[in-house]
Nanobody, 124 residues
Framework: QVQLVESGGGLVQAGGSLRLSCVAS????????MGWFRQAPGKEREFVAA????????AYGDSVTGRFTVSRDNAKNTVTLQMNSLKPEDTAVYYC?????????????????WGQGTQVSVSS
């Protein structure tokens, strides 16, 4: 069992940056792939980024490629999402998730554990 807690969300102007963190408690974090997803009001949950347990493979959603960077520190049980050049369309609740099968999947169904989410709002 893994518990995930996100932080770092907030309100930022377009073009600005935010850094989201997700801290895991419980056993097995270093063996899990981790993903970031987001959900805006009235929209489906969208894949943002994923990273394998050792960071050897990273994937990004098309809408964030080149602007967002995912990383992890297994010693600190933390995964981070650095978000640059933010746009109003990035406004959403951002969730981190853990996949015990260690696949850096873009499908929400692959992830067994989810955090409560953190709100990111980007003003124009």
């Amino acid at each position: 069992q893994v518990q995930l807690v996100e932080s770092g969300g907030g309100l930022v102007q377009a073009g600005g940056s935010l850094r989201l963190s997700c801290v895991a408690s419980g056993r097995g974090f270093s063996n899990y792939a981790m993903g970031w997803f987001r959900q805006a009001p009235g929209k489906e949950r969208e894949f943002v980024a994923a990273i394998t347990w050792d960071g050897s493979f990273i994937a990004y959603g098309d809408s964030v490629t080149g602007r967002f960077t995912v990383s992890r520190d297994n010693a600190k049980n933390t995964v981070t999402l650095q978000m640059n050049s933010l746009k109003p369309e990035d406004t959403a609740v951002y969730y981190c998730a853990a996949n015990p099968r260690a696949r850096a999947s873009d499908s929400p169904g692959a992830y067994a554990y989810w955090g409560q989410g953190t709100q990111v709002s980007v003003s124009s």
